[in-house]
């Protein structure tokens, strides 16, 4: 069973940092592809970046140029570094697989970021 659970969100102060983790189990890491989204209240849960298996990464313009999407296979684990918060980062940031071998994608509980102005 794939398990993602995501850790390091918190409260900060806009131009400040955080790195969020997501450790992952139940399936081969390596062979996955991850990404992070995030969903602002009221609003649609979107992609932040995406890391594939051959490192790869994609981000959403709002983002691109202060975070930094990376991963750990021999940790099972996929970090997002963000700095440079802006207020608009709030959100509940959520990491999610793809298991190419099933073809079925797997959630996180999701963390909190907020970033005061």
């Known amino acids: 069973q794939v398990q993602l659970v995501e850790s390091g969100g918190g409260l900060v102060q806009a131009g400040g940092s955080l790195r969020l983790s997501c450790a992952a189990s139940?399936?081969?890491?390596?062979?996955?592809?991850m990404a992070w989204y995030r969903q602002a209240p009221g609003k649609q849960r979107e992609l932040v970046a995406r890391i594939t298996i051959g490192f790869s990464t994609i981000y959403a313009d709002s983002v691109r140029g202060r975070f930094t999407i990376s991963r750990d296979n021999a940790r099972n684990t996929l970090y997002l570094q963000m700095n440079s918060l802006k207020p608009e980062d709030t959100g509940i940031y959520y990491c999610?697989?793809?298991?190419?071998?099933?073809?079925?994608?797997?959630w996180g509980q999701g963390t909190q970021v907020t970033v005061s102005s």
């Open positions: 139940g399936s081969t890491f390596s062979r996955n592809v």
């Open positions: 999610k697989t793809h298991v190419a071998t099933s073809g079925a994608d797997y």
